[in-house]
């Protein structure tokens, strides 16, 4: 099934798509990837040494987790961290930071099925929540972000969603940086492309916004697939662009034709593609048929 979005107003959305299209440059734009990371204002450090971007940018990965005590899912990410902090040692500070008070805190850490063992501090007055999580336009929790050693937002998402393959790239040398922020932007942007799907008329903005989520997302089966999903298979769509969707399909494809579930949207999109086609024909043949061979 095809991941579902929050409705939001549309002068939110279409802003956003603004922002993302036009890479605007001013001061109350998001952050973006390759941004240089805020500094860590803390106002105390639960358990582990302080630790500082300043210093720390040199000798070690910054894996910073936002996250909160009366969070659920925010200990499901507690054995992933222990185990990056255990597998990378001193090349990666691991840091979990709340704007929680400290009696929770403590609670949580001596709740845990899993014992905490990396850094742990709390925010100063909510600064470094609102400069990482506000910067990029995030509002739940657990939410984490890589800085790299040369101080820059390399990564952001949920901890089990892709964190552990990105610091190991990063660890190996091989993480694409760009690739990663043009997948930021079409994820973005597919929230985006649906809203203006089930709720505008404004078909000149929704060609505009898909062409640039397949150039944006060109080597990103998963995503491509999810606007290919979308399109196909979102009953809230009145008028689905099914080319587009197929062109996404397609492209998606060539990248992993061992997809079961993408094989199967593409043989959808193609059968209702191919009825289009011929219901088209059938009309114009009667259309033909029922003219008068005096008329031109």
């Known amino acids: 099934m095809p991941m579902r979005f929050v409705k939001r107003p549309l002068i939110v959305l279409l ?28 106002s105390q450090w639960v358990q582990g040494k302080p630790a500082d971007l300043a210093t720390g940018r040199e000798t070690a990965i910054q894996l910073i987790e936002f996250w909160a005590p009366d969070c659920p899912h925010c200990r499901d990410s507690v054995p992933l961290l222990n185990d990056l902090h255990k597998t990378y040692g001193s090349q990666v500070a691991v840091i979990g930071i709340t704007d929680a008070e400290p009696a929770p805190v403590r609670a949580f850490l001596s709740g845990t099925e899993e014992p905490v063992i990396y850094g742990i501090a709390l925010d100063d007055a909510g600064k470094t929540k609102i400069a990482y999580m506000e910067g990029f336009g995030i509002s739940g929790v657990p939410h984490a972000f890589l800085v790299d050693r040369r101080g820059r937002v390399a990564w952001q998402g949920h901890p089990m969603d892709g964190l552990a393959e990105a610091l190991e790239q990063m660890i190996v040398g091989t993480y694409d940086m760009e690739q990663q922020a043009l997948r930021a932007t079409a994820d973005k942007l597919l929230g985006v492309y649906v809203y203006l799907a089930e709720q505008t008329r404004e078909s000149d903005l929704l060609q505009q916004v898909g062409k640039r989520i397949l150039a944006c997302a060109r080597r990103d089966a998963g995503l491509l697939h999810r606007l290919a999903q979308e399109i196909a298979f979102n009953k809230s769509i009145r008028n689905p662009d099914l080319a587009l969707a197929l062109r996404a399909a397609e492209q998606a494809f060539r990248i992993d034709g061992s997809d079961p579930e993408l094989a199967k949207t593409r043989e959808d999109l193609l059968r209702r593609l191919g009825n289009q086609a011929e219901g088209r024909t059938e009309a114009a043949t009667n259309g033909d048929r029922g003219r008068n061979p005096h008329q031109n």
């Open 15 to 42: 802003a956003s798509a603004a922002v993302v299209l036009a890479a605007a440059g001013s001061a109350s734009a998001l952050m973006q990837l390759g941004d240089s990371a805020p500094a860590l204002e803390i």
